[in-house]
């Protein structure tokens, strides 16, 4: 996992640190300098252009830029503020304007086609929200300073950072409360099966689909088997749908199904509900029965995120009143439906915000994708830990999609994993798999057979 921090974080950390700052910022400067000779290839006959603002920033810049003069490049230092709109050619900018002091607007200049280092961030990237202007430099990559920055992984600051390297200057990030997920955390979470397993070790139960949306119910069933659940029973509200075989149906009415649904509820490790049920005033009563009754872990999804909000108290009573774990996995029109609002600039804060609000663990989807826990002291009100996933693509913006995470959170939670670790990991694996897939038209139930693949690789 790398540690992530807000600036404001930052700049507390950067108080407490042992060191004076010039010293920390001769070694940003010198992570810098090294990162910029490797972009080069060498030193001999290279131009670099150091673009530098008056904050540690351009302090940053100014260390790297005596380096590399001192290795025998060519180097010309510009003053942000006196920037002509177009650099004289060189073979490398590097952008040490703003980092996380930045606000207002910042229009870089032309480079032409140099290569672009960013220092710490892309300059008019807000470091929290990733938000930025039109202006601002794309890089090849960002050297970042002892842990990655919200603006990095979210928004445009995610595509304006290219490759993102973290330096270590010597600062303690132990305390973060937020972490990006890494492939060796996912091999570290993600359950194996023990030798002595039977297939109500880890059975997970599926109630979704409908008449009308048959489908949502088959992807979210086959993902949590190929995920691992070992048994997978389905109860589609008023229809029978064509599975897989491997899945078990159990026929239930289209209204006021909750008891026949949960009849064998104890024998399941986690509950999947909400794909595909549709919005029908009976079927969402039901639904709110089955959430408040289940006493296994629930992943709720889709229509039963409606359904959670379909009270005039809104979702917290029903919510907050469940003993064992709970998931939730709006994308933004969701994350409304369930807050009354859509997610803010600050994506961290709303899902932190509605965890706490909601007493469940809260996954917002989108490019990146946020979970968050609820905090565990009352007197912590927004400290639950936060997960970034950012191992997806556009690839994963296709229907369907979201009913395979749903099924694969309910497999991971079947198989023993706290729900932050169920969320996170799923969705790692979920982009994992749709990343093995080819770059053009996908179905969601070719993340489903590359599921396997996906777990596979991790081992
Ligand atoms: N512990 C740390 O966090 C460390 C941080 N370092 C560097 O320090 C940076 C943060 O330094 P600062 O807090 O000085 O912030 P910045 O260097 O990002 O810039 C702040 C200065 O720029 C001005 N400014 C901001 N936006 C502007 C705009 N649009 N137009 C004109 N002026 C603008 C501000 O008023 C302020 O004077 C980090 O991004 C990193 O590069 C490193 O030097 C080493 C240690
Ligand atoms: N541009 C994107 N880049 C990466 N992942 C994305 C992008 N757009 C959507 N996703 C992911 O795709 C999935 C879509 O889920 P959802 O919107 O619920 O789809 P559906 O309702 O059709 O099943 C989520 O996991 C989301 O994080
Ligand atoms: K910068």
Known sequence: MIPVVTPVEMAAIDASAPE??????????????????????????????????????????????????????????????????VLRRS?????????????????????????????????????LTGEAGAGVLPADRTITFQALKPGLLLGDGAR?????????????????????????????????????????????????????????????????????????????????????PEIVQRHVAADDFSADALVDIHRFGALVIGPGLG????????????????TVPVVIDGDGLFASAWSAEGPAPLLR??????????????????????????????????????????????QTTIVASPPEAEADPLGGHVWFVTNGDQRLATAGSGDVLAGMIGSALAMGLDADKAAAASAWLHADAANRTPADGLLASDIVDAIPAAIGAIR
């Open 321 to 366: 009143d469940r003993e064992l774990a709970t998931v939730l996995t709006p994308h933004d029109g969701e994350f409304g439906v369930l807050t009354g609002s859509p997610p803010g600039a600050d994506r961290v804060a709303s899902v932190r915000a509605a965890a706490a609000d909601l007493g469940c663990t809260l996954l917002l989807k989108g």
């Open 160 to 244: 304006l950072a290219g490759h993102i390297d973290v330096a270590d200057i010597g600062l303690d990030v132990s305390g973060a409360s937020q972490h990006q997920v890494t492939v060796d955390d996912v091999a570290e979470w993600w359950p194996t099966r023990a030798i002595d397993a039977h297939k109500w070790n880890g059975a997970v139960k599926v109630i979704g689909g409908s008449p009308e949306m048959p489908g949502a119910a088959v992807l979210a069933s086959t993902a949590a088997a190929r995920a691992g659940g070992s048994l997978v029973s389905l109860s589609a509200p008023g229809v029978t749908v064509a599975t897989p």
């Open 279 to 294: 919005r029908a005033d009976e079927v969402l009563m039901a639904t709110r029965a089955c959430i408040s009754d289940a």
């Open 20 to 85: 004076p700052l010039d010293v920390l910022i001769e070694r940003a400067g010198r992570a810098v300098a090294a990162a910029a000779i490797d972009l080069l290839g060498g030193t001999y006959g290279r131009v670099v252009n150091v673009v530098v603002g008056k904050g540690n920033n351009g302090a940053d810049g100014r260390v790297a830029a005596r380096r590399l003069e001192a290795r025998g490049v060519k180097v010309r230092v510009i003053d942000a503020a006196m920037r002509p709109p």
């Open 91 to 127: 073979d490398l900018v590097i952008d040490a304007a703003y980092g996380t002091g930045f606000r207002g607007e910042w229009i870089a200049p032309e480079v032409g086609d140099a290569l672009v280092l960013a220092v710490d961030i892309p300059s008019g990237v807000d470091a």
